[in-house]
């Protein structure tokens, strides 16, 4: 498994480029990017990699901003307060329109950067999950958290990427359900 790149820092310009680039149109264009930020295409991938890194870290970003301002809301305890953050994510990402253009406008991409090995997303993701599960509920006595957390990862996305997946629609609170069940 190869190992995931840290975070770009939220000051640095290309980031920020990226991110508003995103909210705006629910894609990069990595011209558009590099002459956003002064440099050249070819610059923008030695520094920063492909376009999947980059939406994969502008998608990071966004995520870890608004999982910023939710956490301090969050109530309960344990296992259900795992779950509503997890709950309050999912619904917090399919209510951005940036992420409802992406999914539907990009699906095999969107599949690619937000559940795959290779991108910057998953491991990420799993690892926070982690840290709340050993924080809220403790460490697992039969499993370690980082597995616990990447099952907790995947019935999410299963449900968020439902519709793409089977056809079926997304059903965030039928994951929210499960992952509260799997915790206890």
Avoid: C, N
Wanted: proline residues 7%.
């Amino acid at each position: 498994m190869q190992e995931v790149p840290p975070p770009l820092p939220p000051d640095e310009p290309v980031l920020r480029a990226a991110v508003a680039m995103f909210l705006r149109d629910g894609w990069i264009d990595a011209r558009a990017l590099a002459a956003d930020a002064g440099i050249g295409r070819a610059t923008l991938y030695r520094r920063y990699g492909d376009r999947d890194r980059l939406i994969g870290e502008a998608i990071w970003a966004i995520a870890t901003t608004e999982f910023a301002q939710i956490y301090p809301r969050s109530r309960g305890q344990g296992a259900d307060k795992v779950a509503d953050l997890v709950h309050a994510m999912l619904t917090t990402s399919a209510q951005l329109p940036a992420m409802r253009r992406f999914v539907a406008e990009h699906p095999d991409t969107a599949l690619r950067v937000m559940t795959s090995r290779d991108g910057v997303i998953q491991d990420r993701i799993v690892e926070t999950v982690s840290r709340l599960i050993q924080s809220e509920i403790g460490e697992p006595d039969d499993i370690d958290a980082p597995t616990l957390a990447y099952a907790v990862v995947r019935v999410a996305e299963s449900f968020y990427y439902r519709e793409l997946l089977t056809g079926q629609p997304t059903d965030i609170s039928a994951a929210t359900t499960i992952i509260r069940r799997l915790l206890r």
